[in-house]
């Protein structure tokens, strides 16, 4: 069993009972490896002032038991980065959480508990953070604290990103890839969901020249999850785009292999069949260069696995 089926089987075992689960949260996580940087500028600008990214790496996934409850969970981002202002190392811990649970600030308390009592001789400081991604907007609690009317015990806070509670118009001119990626998931209303979507179409477009094809398919790919596509307003969306930006409309197409399936490219046949086909194996391979697993890069391309494994042994990935 591959590394990545061995999570989603993990992550299946946790979702709460009666709740369909959905691979997306690998590709999220994916996300905030390859733009773990751009994150934390994105949400947490200040902070990002007082890392040195260029010392970041991430770490094995960890194993932490619940002794009380008898619960083993894998933690789903971990990683080490140099803090500027100590000089010094530090433990990053990010969770992404894309479900409600009532105790969630508690969990977050044990994951942190249990890093520091491996990590604290040679991390100065543990940063936890939590995406929160479900579809309701709503205030998530990030402390836990215990005391009497005397005295303070305890208070531990963690960092949070509440995404559906981000204005997305703050983020369109960003620049950001993360803030592509998951503009879908922002606050935004019904009547938004055109405007929205065509927000997104621009920053592709902006992004193309600044990222390579593995790159751009995994951005492509996490907002595609979360959009609710109309193939229809797309069709209209992209041909007004051509209209404005032709060369770059004619790119964005090549970039979207989900939008092949679905049909978009007719009218725009003539010379792109050779070259979108072309493109999706370049993508595929890029991805597999990244160290991206099989299921994922043919979740992404729209190529079935053993295309992807045939693709991987013709073209030796080093």
């Known amino acids: 069993m591959s590394a990545y089926e061995l999570a989603v089987k993990e992550e299946k075992a946790r979702w709460p009972e009666g709740r369909q689960f959905t691979s997306h949260d690998e590709a999220f996580k994916k996300l905030l490896q390859t733009f773990f940087a751009e994150f934390i500028e994105l949400f947490f600008p200040e902070f990002d002032k007082l890392l040195d990214h260029h010392h970041t790496r991430f770490l094995m996934q960890e194993l932490l038991v619940d002794i009380v409850g008898g619960e083993k969970r894998t933690l789903d981002l971990l990683l080490e980065t140099r803090y500027l202002e100590l000089d010094a190392y530090i433990l990053i811990h990010i969770e992404p959480q894309s479900y409600r649970e009532n105790d969630f600030h508690e969990r977050m308390f044990i994951y942190f508990s249990r890093l520091f009592e491996r990590h604290r001789k040679e991390c100065k400081l543990i940063i936890p953070i939590a995406v929160f991604t479900a579809d309701e907007a709503k205030e998530e609690k990030n402390t836990l604290e215990m005391g009497t009317p005397q005295q303070s015990i305890l208070r531990f806070e963690f960092m949070k990103v509440e995404l559906r509670m981000q204005p997305w118009r703050q983020f369109i001119d960003s620049g950001n890839p993360v803030a592509a990626a998951l503009l879908a998931k922002m606050g935004y209303t019904k009547g938004e969901e055109r405007e929205i979507r065509l927000a997104y179409l621009r920053m592709i477009l902006r992004l193309q020249g600044t990222l390579d094809d593995a790159r751009m398919a995994l951005i492509m790919s996490v907002a595609d999850q979360y959009f609710n596509a109309d193939p229809e307003l797309d069709k209209r969306l992209l041909e007004e785009l051509k209209e404005q930006y032709p060369e770059e409309g004619r790119a964005l197409m090549k970039l979207m292999p989900v939008w092949s399936r679905l049909g978009y490219e007719e009218g725009l046949k003539e010379g792109l069949e050779e070259g979108l086909e072309k493109g999706i194996e370049k ?36």
């Open 283 to 318: 993508t595929a391979l890029n991805m597999l260069r990244e160290g991206m697993e099989i299921s994922l890069v043919a979740k992404v391309t729209g190529l079935s696995e053993e295309q992807v494994v045939k693709l991987k042994k013709t073209s030796p990935i080093k």
